[in-house]
């Protein structure tokens, strides 16, 4: 894939595309979207209320090698300048209940925390007691400090760390306990998913969770406006299952290579399935700003509206 990218470099940049028109059906889709940074691209900002509507929910992602305090600095921030927050909880790098309890502490006392976005984390081999979210849920400490909102992994195209057999079985799994643990705790509960690029292999796994009896919201991810090249690598390092051909196909059309990826077409296949289908169980849209929040925060004011 590389190799035909490269190949293809010397072609002259098409003039882009007039601007799409209003979509009424993408913009209610849209309506109180979210957004993810890291704290290194934080720091990049100057200032976020600049970029996003007040209110929006920010996750904060936590790569491994990223200092708690550099976390917590970033929720504190995006919390004084009035954005809901949600770190990640990964559990392959916390070691144990006792190092979860003193994040949460800092969190709080530091950031008012109170949301949290828990998940296994992009870690081989656990670093300590966890190895999933679950185990960390276990523990009830997010009960215990009050969280108002937990948020779990999804993966609409599977997940081949968990099932290596290509299957989705351990995560769909997975998801009943949690839908059984929502029952039980005072949090609301959503599933937030990793990006994908097709949207009716979306519509089909959204269909069969709520099949099985898993209610929980869903909180679809979708890459965000970048160079096609940055999508590939991403995917590829994430893990991205059948919808990867779409850029693949991308990449082969000459029209299309240099022009930078926007999701147009995933969110307007999703928001009329939505638009026709009231009772369908995603409720929002989460973006990754692969291409630079900058980026994806002008392609969002664009395409999306606020309701005041």
């Known amino acids: 894939?590389?190799?035909?990218?490269?190949?293809?470099?010397?072609?002259r940049r098409k003039e882009a595309p007039a601007p799409d028109l209003p979509n009424p059906a993408v913009e209610?889709?849209?309506?109180?979207?979210?957004?993810?940074?890291?704290?290194?691209t934080a720091e990049k900002v100057e200032n976020f209320r600049?970029?996003?509507?007040?209110?929006?929910?920010?996750y904060i992602a936590h790569i491994e090698g990223t200092p708690i305090e550099e976390m917590v600095a970033t929720a504190k921030r995006l919390n004084e300048d009035g954005f809901k927050v949600m770190p990640h909880f990964p559990a392959r790098i916390i070691k144990d209940a006792a190092m979860l309890?003193?994040?949460?502490?800092?969190?709080?006392?530091?950031?008012?925390?109170k949301q949290g976005l828990l998940l296994a984390g992009g870690v081989t081999t656990p670093h300590g007691d966890f190895s999933d979210s679950m185990q960390m849920m276990d523990t009830g400490l997010f009960d215990k400090y009050g969280f108002e909102r937990l948020h779990v992994a999804g993966h609409p195209?599977?997940?081949?760390?968990?099932?290596?057999?290509?299957?989705?079985?351990?995560?769909d799994e997975a998801l009943r306990w949690k839908q059984g643990f929502s029952e039980q705790t005072d949090a609301k509960m959503a599933i937030a998913t990793q990006f994908a690029f097709e949207a009716q292999p979306i519509i089909e796994w959204a269909d069969t969770l709520k099949h099985a009896g898993i209610t929980l919201p869903i909180h679809i991810g979708i890459a965000g406006p970048a160079k096609l090249q940055t999508l590939i690598k991403f995917a590829i390092a994430c893990g991205v299952g059948p919808?990867?051909?779409?850029?693949?196909?991308?990449?082969?059309?000459?029209t299309?290579?240099?022009l930078p990826y926007e999701p147009t077409e995933i969110l307007a296949e999703l928001a009329?399935?939505?638009?026709?289908?009231?009772?369908?169980?995603?409720?929002?849209?989460h973006i990754f700003p692969l291409g630079g929040i900058q980026a994806s925060a002008t392609w969002l004011n664009d395409h999306s509206k606020d309701e005041e």
């Open 1 to 11: 894939m590389k190799d035909i990218i490269m190949s293809l470099l010397n072609f």
């Open 28 to 40: 209610a889709f849209m309506q109180d979207y979210s957004i993810e940074v890291m704290p290194r």
């Open 50 to 58: 600049d970029l996003l509507p007040a209110g929006t929910r920010v």
């Open 101 to 113: 309890e003193n994040w949460i502490n800092m969190y709080q006392g530091e950031a008012d925390v």
């Open 157 to 171: 195209e599977g997940n081949r760390d968990i099932d290596l057999d290509g299957t989705r079985l351990k995560v």
């Open 243 to 254: 919808s990867l051909k779409v850029l693949q196909k991308r990449a082969m059309d000459v």
């Open 256 to 258: 299309k290579l240099l």
């Open 272 to 285: 009329a399935h939505k638009a026709a289908n009231p009772g369908f169980n995603i409720a929002s849209v």
